[in-house]
């Protein structure tokens, strides 16, 4: 009987082990996850903010606990492009296993980010600006708002200033003709941007010269608000994209809309996809997104 009791009672012990160390595996593991996230997330921070990723890495790993070299404790951060990896390894010390000879085994998490300018974006309104817009420090001062006025009377349909702007239509994938006119532009604006991600190999329909009232009063109702644009070359190439603040729309004589241009960081409807074109020029905004 005490030979039966001993083997039960390593039995018992062993899976007492299990429920207890494995319990606390996954609670380790859980925590060891949220740091991975953390920790690739501060790394794509760092990395479009003009800092080291790994140093920016490693510093908030620490911050959390995992040390790496410390404990057995590996941080490893692997860059390629602009995606970020991160893989976290650490060992759980067991309390009961160790009597089935199990004192410790690897928890090993790992989180991946993208990173970098987008060329991508959901929800762009049908507002198209000419590098030369964005470029000037003049066009993004929150407290004086500029005044943009169509490209003109000619059969110049891309605006070629800092002071211009067009309406347009996004040509993308899903069989968008790319005829603008009045209706189709309007649509765009009253259902609060394109329905679909615009990537900048898509191609623009920007509207030929004409009055265009009903677009200005549309997009009157949008004042106030933020919004994704399209940053174009002379020859209406899709550059980059930029958040762009309403402020203002006129469509009488004078036929203007003001705003500014912001930079942002993380912009939700913005995405960067690795067949969705390469961004040219200054940068209007930034994504951390994680990915894995």
């Known amino acids: 009987m005490v030979v039966i009791f001993a083997l039960a009672l390593v039995g018992l012990i062993g899976m007492v082990g299990l429920i207890i160390d494995g319990g606390d595996t996954f609670l380790q593991r859980r925590d060891q996850q949220n740091v991975a996230d953390a920790v690739a997330m501060a790394a ?81 309104m049908p507002l198209i600006f000419n590098k030369r817009a964005f470029d000037d420090e003049a066009n993004r001062n929150p407290n004086s708002p500029r005044a943009f006025g169509e490209p003109g009377t000619g059969t110049q349909d891309v605006p070629q200033s800092n002071s211009a702007f067009n309406w347009t239509v996004f040509c993308t994938a899903n069989g968008n003709p790319c005829n603008a006119n009045s209706d ?73 809309i003001s705003g500014w241009f912001d930079s942002r960081i993380n912009a939700a409807p913005m995405t960067i996809s690795q067949t969705g074109g390469v961004p040219q020029g200054s940068a209007g905004a930034y994504v951390v997104e994680l990915i894995d």
Do not use: C
């Open 184 to 256: 189709t532009v309007r649509a765009l604006i009253d259902g609060v941007g394109t329905a679909t991600t615009v990537y900048l190999n898509d191609l623009i329909g920007p509207l030929n010269a004409g009055a265009h009232a009903t677009l200005f009063d549309s997009l009157a109702n949008m004042v106030g608000r933020p919004y994704p644009v399209a940053i174009v070359a002379d020859d209406g190439r899709l550059l980059n994209w930029a958040w762009f603040h309403v402020t203002g729309s006129v469509g009488g004589s004078t036929k203007q």
């Open 44 to 124: 794509g921070y760092a990395s479009v903010n003009g800092q080291s990723p790994v140093s920016a890495a490693v510093a908030i790993a620490a911050a959390n606990g995992y040390v790496n070299g410390q404990d057995g404790t590996t941080v490893t951060v692997t860059a390629n492009a602009n995606t970020f990896r991160v893989d976290i390894t650490r060992p759980h010390r067991n309390l009961f296993s160790g009597v089935m000879g199990f004192t410790s085994w690897n928890v090993s998490t790992s989180a991946e980010v993208h990173a970098g300018v987008p060329n991508g974006t959901y929800g762009a």
